[in-house]
């Protein structure tokens, strides 16, 4: 059972240790903590999110150098884009595609990914697609996606909605079995509530190739989120977080309609549940009460990005510890 494990094609594939990517989370995943993940074995996604061409190339340079000296890890380094925000702003693609050292991987998420993949796959780049619905998978492998992360809903910031989205336990066995008929070669990561090893086992037995881990590596030394972010992360369980609108009318960020956002669900989400046309068409006053405790560090009123996981997360210690604690507990669970 351990071959589970040591002879995943995604090893392979990424000349990795364990069966891991890092989620290119945005303003979480930062050069710090992509470099101290592929050190640590595992493909290492920097959050280019948005297409912001000066943090995407700050913070994949800080990667860049941080593996100069270690050849195998620098091959472990990728980054993760929102695949419409690309449509209108490919800068940081762009910089990206012209590297020295070509990323292991780019990965493409929320969005048609067809336009934007071609000059990746041109590129002779790996495409990682996420999707979030059996639907989208047809689309990702004819875009050319080598690989396919399927998001179940627990996961924490952006998804699919609660009424079209899924759960990861019945999401990935069913695009692992497409994929066995269709597409044979396109290998799959779960994504979504995975923040243990016993998560990353459920993942291989569920048929994925790996796990694609956002919260629990959110919520560690090298990561760019607040302290008192992850501290709150920290203090609460499964429970407490929710999936809706709520926190991009109050960023400010003009989603497609079907994708929403989960987080701590905390005194400001409470305070707009059930309004959300009246926070839609007059936000001034409560988008102002945000950005005040965001810059405070307040996170009654601004937003605290964790999924289900959260209540599986009890601490915040080095990436690397995190990531030997999650193999290692696979291991002895396929032991």
Not at 15 to 22: D, E, S, Y
């Amino acid at each position: 059972m351990i071959e589970r494990l040591d002879k995943s094609r995604f090893l392979a594939k990424f000349g990795l240790t364990t069966p891991i990517a890092l989620a290119p989370m945005a303003f979480g995943t930062g050069g710090a903590l992509a470099a101290a993940c592929a050190k640590a074995g595992t493909l290492s996604l920097i959050g280019g999110a948005y297409g912001d061409l000066e943090f995407t190339s700050r913070e994949y340079s800080a990667a860049e150098t941080a593996l100069a000296s270690d050849h195998d890890a620098l091959a472990r380094l990728g980054c993760g884009f929102i695949t419409w925000r690309l449509e209108e702003d490919a800068s940081a693609l762009d910089w990206l595609l012209d590297r020295p050292v070509k990323p292991a991987a780019i990965m493409l998420s929320f969005g048609d990914p067809t336009a934007i993949a071609a000059p990746i796959v041109d590129a002779g780049i790996p495409l990682i697609c996420q999707v979030q619905t059996l639907a989208m998978v047809a689309q990702a492998v004819a875009a050319g996606a080598s690989v396919i992360a399927a998001q179940g809903g627990e996961a924490g910031g952006h998804g699919m909605n609660a009424l079209d989205g899924r759960g990861t336990f019945t999401l990935v066995p069913e695009i692992a079995d497409w994929l066995a008929a269709n597409a044979p070669e396109v290998q799959l990561l779960a994504a979504g509530g995975i923040a243990d090893g016993r998560g990353l086992a459920a993942a291989l037995m569920l048929g994925a190739d790996g796990a694609l881990i956002g919260s629990r590596l959110w919520a560690c030394e090298e990561s760019l989120a607040s302290k008192n972010a992850i501290a709150e992360a920290i203090a609460a369980d499964g429970d407490n977080t929710a999936r809706s609108k709520i926190f991009d009318h109050l960023r400010e960020k003009n989603w497609p309609a079907h994708f929403d956002f989960r987080a701590l669900r905390n005194a400001i989400h409470r305070q707009w549940e059930g309004r959300l046309d009246e926070l839609a068409s007059d936000p001034q006053e409560a988008v102002a009460d945000y950005k005040a405790g965001l810059a405070s560090g307040d996170y009654s009123r601004a937003h605290v990005t964790v999924g289900e996981g959260t209540g599986l997360i009890n601490d915040a210690p080095k990436a690397a510890d995190i990531i030997a604690q999650i193999d290692a507990e696979a291991r002895k669970l396929f032991a």
